[in-house]
């Protein structure tokens, strides 16, 4: 098992109205050829809990993720992936007008630290590899 996951969900728990639409991309694009990782996997998860607050909708975890191999055996291309990953989820930002949301899980602490907001379509790719390089 790798050690760090790579999770891009989309930002916010109303998706009553675009969950299908949004699903079904997602199939489509972790099907397709070319992966130098491994294929993402997709992810549809509502939690059954509500919020801290009255009203507060259940977080609903819809995305995908990316196994990262452990530092030190990454292959050259490994960030093409990651490249992959960041375009689609723009296109689907202007398709949907919804934002995503980027971020390293370690699978050993259960921690989780979100790393980049996809809330244009230029996210700082820049960024992203130095935070995941690190």
Do not use: C
């Amino acid at each position: 098992m790798q050690q760090h996951t790579l999770y891009a969900y989309v930002d916010g728990s109303d998706l009553d109205d675009d969950v299908v639409d949004i699903e079904r991309e997602l199939v489509e694009f972790v099907a397709s050829q070319g992966w130098v990782l491994s294929r993402p996997v997709v992810v549809n998860q509502k939690s059954v809990a509500v919020g801290s607050r009255p009203g507060d909708l259940p977080d609903w975890g819809l995305g995908i993720n990316l196994a990262l191999l452990d530092p030190g055996r990454e292959r050259r291309e490994w960030f093409a992936d990651i490249e992959r990953v960041v375009a689609r989820l723009a296109h689907l930002r202007l398709q949907f007008g919804r934002d995503f949301v980027i971020g390293i899980a370690d699978n050993v602490t259960g921690s989780a630290d979100d790393i980049l907001y996809i809330e244009s379509e230029s996210p700082d790719l820049g960024r992203l590899r130095e935070v995941i390089e690190a």
